[in-house]
């Protein structure tokens, strides 16, 4: 008899730990289940935040620009940082222009001769630099590596350049992009572009897939003097564009009103 019980307890014993180990799994399994739909319920919500703020950003472009022939700083889309309250939360936001910066795949610059003139966009992003970088040399090496990185060729274009050639000998060695950028870090694998230049450098550039030079003056921030000084370069000085951009340059609208500048 007291084997029996004995055999029975054990018995007993082994269905109550298999069914707590099958009551932990399922357990397991609901709050997996759980999470895996407040996860997508989340996702649900942020995709459509992100539609409605897209949607109120494109009605504010369009009320902005209905009336007005330039983009500038005076309209209603570049206002600071807004903020919404959402259930649960907040979003905030701005808008920028996209042309306020140096496009540095404008240095492809397709159909270039090479060894002419240094072309303009060339002469635009040295000026850039030297306005940040005290070295001249520097600078040089800066301006003409940036063309031969993004550049359609595989050929020094100026002595201070940089090809393939000159990575391949670094370690780790990499080659030339010689196609548009897709984003400014890529500008940091650039010869002579170093952490402190590309901080400093980096807030006034930018990589639109566009091999053109496109910059809208009238939305450049009090900031990027230099830049505007770079484009006119060298008629116009970085003190004189900090004048321009305190008067706000939003009212001036063409180039020849900045070049008749005292």
């Not at 907040?90 to 140096?102: R, T, W």
């Not at 800066?142 to 060729?153: L, T």
């Not at 091999?211 to 921030?221: G, I, K, R, S």
Request: net charge negative.
């Amino acid at each position: 008899m007291t084997r029996q019980r004995g055999a029975a307890l054990l018995i007993v014993m082994m269905i109550m730990a298999l069914m707590t180990a099958i009551a932990g799994s399922m357990a397991s399994r609901l709050f997996t289940n759980y999470h895996r739909a407040e996860n997508q319920l989340h996702f649900q919500q942020v995709y459509w935040y992100s539609n409605a703020v897209e949607a109120l950003a494109s009605a504010v472009l369009r009320e902005s620009l209905s009336d007005s022939d330039t983009v500038n700083v005076n309209q209603d889309w570049a206002q600071s940082a807004r903020t919404f309250p959402l259930q649960g939360g907040k979003v905030s936001g701005y808008l920028q222009d996209a042309q306020a910066c140096f496009n540095l795949n404008s240095l492809q610059l397709r159909g270039a001769a090479l060894g002419g003139e240094v072309p303009y966009e060339v002469r635009v992003l040295r000026a850039l630099i030297g306005s940040q970088v005290d070295d001249s040399y520097q600078a040089d090496v800066i301006a003409q590596a940036s063309r031969d990185y993004i550049d359609e060729n595989n050929q020094l274009d100026q002595s201070l350049g940089a090809e393939d050639a000159h990575y391949e000998s670094v370690r780790p060695a990499y080659v030339t992009a010689d196609a548009v950028i897709a984003d400014v870090s890529e500008w940091r694998a650039v010869r002579g572009v170093n952490a402190e230049v590309f901080r400093q450098l980096s807030p006034q550039l930018c990589a639109i897939p566009s091999a053109e030079l496109m910059v809208n003056v009238n939305t450049l921030t009090d900031k990027q003097a230099a830049l505007l000084s770079a484009l006119f370069t060298p008629a116009l000085s970085v003190e004189q564009a900090e004048q321009v951009l305190t008067e706000r340059l939003s009212r001036v609208g063409k180039v020849s009103t900045i070049l008749s500048l005292p």
